[in-house]
């Protein structure tokens, strides 16, 4: 069966100071991959989607970047985070849009 | 700009009652209709998906989907204190690999 595992769970980071969130699958090929940021008490924000290797695509200018160095291995980063970038993300993966998405267990961020 | 509207909550029922949540989408062309239920701090899961106009049933659970009047809803009979949460409404894409979400609507069953 197919897995995904995201960690951390939490993270608490000064501002100005890098990120780094990994998120992995397990069990399925190529899947579809996608990075989303909920403020609290908000709704889902797309940030980034791949549907391979190497292509990323930015759905929100922001002070974040994603890479998929692996088929199933989904990097969210930052340079130097803000007081905004706080929030909850999400990784999720799919193999079709007709199947919709599984997510993973979510990094609640806090920028001090 | 493809759009996905739920009905404003927070919706409060009685226990055993019937909770009705209501979607609607901007994208005529559609094809895939899916339900999230998100415990608060939790991800989200999925509990239901339909395709097809009509009615959909698992459990207690009912989703609906009227692809002419672009509308999708979401019955919950004999509601339990457990189903409190908010329940996220997702429409696929006609072309491309993403799912557009409605911003939730917040279910609270009373004892």
């Known amino acids: 069966s197919q897995t995904i595992h995201q960690w951390p769970a939490t993270l608490v980071q000064p501002v100005g100071s890098p990120l780094s969130l990994e998120c992995t699958v397990e069990?399925?090929?190529?899947?579809?991959l996608y990075w989303y940021r909920q403020a609290a008490g908000r709704g889902l924000q797309l940030l980034f989607y791949s549907v391979g290797i190497g292509q990323i695509s930015s759905e929100v200018p922001q002070n974040l970047s994603a890479s998929r160095p692996q088929d199933r291995q989904f990097i969210l980063s930052s340079k130097k985070l803000l007081l905004s970038d706080s929030g909850f993300y999400l990784c999720?993966?799919?193999?079709?849009?007709?199947?919709?998405?599984?997510f993973g267990s979510g990094t609640r961020l806090t920028v001090v | 700009q493809k759009e996905v509207e739920q009905n404003s909550g927070p919706l409060s029922v009685p226990e055993g009652a019937i909770a009705s949540l209501n979607c609607t989408y901007s994208d005529r062309g559609s094809q895939s209709f899916f339900w999230y239920r998100q415990y608060s701090g939790k991800s989200p899961e999925l509990i239901m998906f339909?395709?097809?106009?009509g009615d959909k049933e698992d459990g207690r659970f009912t989703a609906q989907l009227n692809k002419a009047s672009q509308y999708v809803s979401l019955l919950i009979r004999d509601s339990q204190p457990s189903d409190s949460a908010t329940y996220l409404c997702a429409v696929g894409e006609t072309s491309g690999s993403r799912l557009t979400f409605g911003e939730g609507t917040q279910l609270t069953v009373n004892p």
């Open positions: 069990g399925t090929s190529n899947p579809n």
């Open positions: 339909i395709y097809s106009n």
């Open positions: 999720a993966w799919s193999v079709g849009i007709n199947y919709g998405y599984t």
